[in-house]
């Protein structure tokens, strides 16, 4: 397997203090990075063109953006009825989602994302270039790579994007149509007469204790004679 | 300053409704108002004491509902729909909102089965815990959430998929109770009964306590339980902007005399490793899932697997599979664009194709019932320096056979009922579509994150038991080594259950308040 001496970019927050042990237990995507050795290194060396139109929203900057986009645009390719992920406005869309989680996955997320577009992921796959610069073939196969590894954190990995991805697009009502879904039931169903709401007892709750004394109750608690129709007391003890 | 919240008839206050730092004095606090929290907070209500309930998640109104996943998940689920175990392999669905995961589930009501507390006494020193005391807090409970089996004219397709399949191969199957009143088969329970036609929680029992005056308050998350010596003092909470679900900066302190945990699995084990309350280093260990993988059949009639009743069809023919084996039951999921589309395997062409045939699809589930065998120890929460809570859990071999079995018995009972085509949940999906193509499952990967898994069923991690060096509460529910602190939820299973957990958790829970009520001092 692959072994790296250097050491990878901390994403421990403030007042953790594990080593490296515990930080390949610790953060998932971290993990996945620690895999890789110090891929950081080479990212910075090498730029994502962003796509024209994308800029930094709450979570991720316009490049990361521009990778996911990427990535959408290879889990979801072009097919009869499908909108394009950028059609249903899936930057955006992404990003909200990213940025319901925790602070320290956000962080994780970031550096994923970061970490599969470049060259250095690619190197288990043999194409040793960013993400978004390979054809979509190529795109494919790197994404295959990562669901199909060895190694249990690049899969994870390729989860967490298209677990993004996926709850991104097909969250959106423009791609109801394609998938045949006529969308939820709204007006004549709804408003239907209402059901009888569960019994609910009508009369004033007992008047309550100043001190608690409890009623006399054993392993089968006795019925204080307050309980009335509707708490199911009748039907048991 | 902190105020002393003024006595008065019960209410559900939301986080917007809490403009200043509250302190509160009942007899009882509640953490947590889901299937354990609410039922014990009716009955301790009922039993003459003074409640007050904690629930972190929204009071969210049937009106509330848009029936969008978009919506609904990151509204209503813990982590904001985003829950799984630490390497992603486990999705893990629970709620988080006024009534709990009640508030969301599927409706499907079981009574404990009888072997089941069998073995907790005879593997886990469970005391007195029998059917015949159980039974009548489950008659009670079964009147009042009008739990009642479903017409047979109200099965779904996609649950008249597993009904025909099963029947067609002989198998055993049973039309499911429902926990329902004036249900009009929507099928958008997972996203909040849109015509409050489900008994959950905040439909029923907490309405209950409100009227015995408990007060619940919403967007409140208990961050700590503070404790001297043996005694439960303190439970500090944060209060939540019901808006954005961030800290108002506002605090609530709730000083009581008995303290309930019921924050679910997962969660009353994180708040008590918060606390630093681990007396027996046992908390959130046999933590249980019981891990579900789906096969979804094609078929060329409409399913449309979104709409009905979700669940109302179940097969028990694998859940006792002899010893040494982990048993499995077969029930279906309902099947919205979102869910389906993070779910099914693969990427790119073949998964679009599929998903465009939704109308078609049926997804049936098998739950595997871990942590029967002596070998089976869970998974184990932990709680992250950052203050994350994380879930590890290692599928063992037993339970990645009956994950196998299971996929085997779906795709037939598909192909039994009429599907063209039966899919597994590989991320290279395994495509059957006659019996000789079920032997494939043989040679598929069953290793984690090549087989999407999923629970809706978190349990266990604060075991009951009678030893305090195996298990975190007693056979009564009380913490081990303290006097006024109990845990009633999931949570205190030492096994997982093998049926859902929802009516066993209301009849624990109406049963270990009679425990309580008496030991309020
Ligand atoms: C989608 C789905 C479908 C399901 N379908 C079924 C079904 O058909 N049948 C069935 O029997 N079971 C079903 N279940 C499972 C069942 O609902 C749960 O097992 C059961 O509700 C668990 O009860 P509980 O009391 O342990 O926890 P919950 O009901 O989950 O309640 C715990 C509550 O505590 C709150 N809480 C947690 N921590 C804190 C804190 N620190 N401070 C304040 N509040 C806190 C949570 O927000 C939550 O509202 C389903 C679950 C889901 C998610
Ligand atoms: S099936 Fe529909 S009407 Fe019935 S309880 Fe579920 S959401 Fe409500």
Known sequence: MFRRRRRPVRVLLPGEKEGRRGFLKKGLLGAALLAAGGGSAWLATRKTRVRPGLRRLQVFDAAQLTVLLAVADRVIPDHPGFPRPADVDLPARVDAVAAMAHPATRVELRRLVTLFESGFGGLFDLSPRLFTDCDGAAQDRRLRGWMNSRIAVRRTGFKALKRLVAAAYYGSPATWKAVGYPGPPVGAELAAPRPPAPAVREEPPPPRPRRFRPAPVGIEPALPAAAGPGTGAASGD | ?521
């Open chain 2, 1 to 521: 300053m902190a105020i002393e919240a003024p006595a008065g008839s019960g209410r559900i206050l939301t986080g917007a409704e809490v403009r200043r730092d509250v302190e509160e004095r009942p007899d009882v606090c509640v953490v947590g108002s889901g299937a354990g929290g609410a039922v014990a907070a009716a009955r301790l209500a009922e039993l003459g004491a003074q409640v007050v309930v904690l629930e972190e998640g929204p009071w969210h109104r049937p009106s509330d509902s848009t029936l969008r996943e978009e919506d609904a998940y990151p509204r209503l689920y813990q982590e904001r729909g985003q829950r799984a175990t630490a390497d992603l392999a486990i999705a893990i669905l629970q709620g988080r909102a006024v009534g709990g995961s009640t508030t969301v589930n599927w409706t499907t009501s079981f009574r404990t089965p009888d072997r089941v507390l069998a073995h907790w006494a005879r593997v886990h020193g469970v005391e007195g815990l029998t059917p015949e005391v159980l039974a009548p807090h489950f008659a009670a409970v079964e009147e009042r959430l009008s739990i009642h089996e479903q017409p047979a004219d109200e099965v779904n397709a996609n649950n008249q998929a597993l009904w025909d399949g099963a029947g067609a191969l002989g198998w055993q199957r049973a039309r499911t109770r429902r926990n329902v009143q004036g249900c009009a088969n929507l099928g958008y329970c997972g996203m909040g009964c849109p015509i409050g036609a489900r008994t959950s929680m905040d439909q029923s029992y907490l309405p209950d306590a409100v009227l015995r005056g408990a007060r619940v308050y919403a967007d409140a998350r208990a961050t700590r339980l503070e404790y001297k010596d043996r005694r439960g003092v303190a439970i500090h909470a944060e209060v939540l902007d019901p808006a954005t679900g961030r800290p108002t900066g506002r605090k609530l302190v709730v000083r009581p005399r008995a303290v309930v945990l019921a924050g679910g699995a997962i969660n009353t084990p994180a708040l008590l490793l918060r606390s630093r309350l681990d007396i027996s280093g046992r908390v959130g260990k046999r933590t249980f899932l019981h891990p579900v993988t789906a096969v979804t059949g094609l078929y060329r009639k409409a399913i449309e697997p979104w709409s009905g009743a979700p669940q109302s069809v179940t097969c028990h023919q694998f859940a006792d599979r002899g010893p040494g084996k982990v048993g499995f039951f077969v029930e279906t999921a309902p099947l919205h664009p979102m869910l389906a589309g993070m779910s099914l395997g693969g990427f790119g062409e073949a998964h679009e194709e599929l998903a465009s045939r939704l109308p078609n699809l049926s997804a049936l589930i098998a739950l595997t019932i871990d942590g029967f065998l002596p070998e089976e120890r869970g998974g184990e929460v932990t709680v992250d320096g950052d203050g994350r809570v994380r879930v590890a859990y290692e599928v063992g071999d037993a339970v990645w056979e009956a994950l196998r079995e299971g996929s085997k018995a779906m795709a037939r009972i598909h192909l039994a009922a009429g599907a063209e085509a039966a899919f597994s949940s590989h991320e290279e999906t395994v495509e059957m579509r006659g019996e000789a193509d079920v032997a494939r499952l043989d040679r598929a990967p069953w290793e984690r994150l090549r087989v999407e898994l999923f629970s809706a069923h978190a349990m266990g991690g604060c075991a009951m038991g009678r030893d305090p060096d195996r298990s975190v509460v007693d056979s009564r529910l009380k913490m081990h080594g303290m006097d006024n602190i109990w845990v009633v939820d999931g949570s205190v299973f030492p096994t997982s259950l093998g049926v859902n957990p929802q009516l066993t958790i209301f009849g624990l829970a109406r049963w270990a308040a009679g425990q309580i009520a008496p030991q309020i001092r």
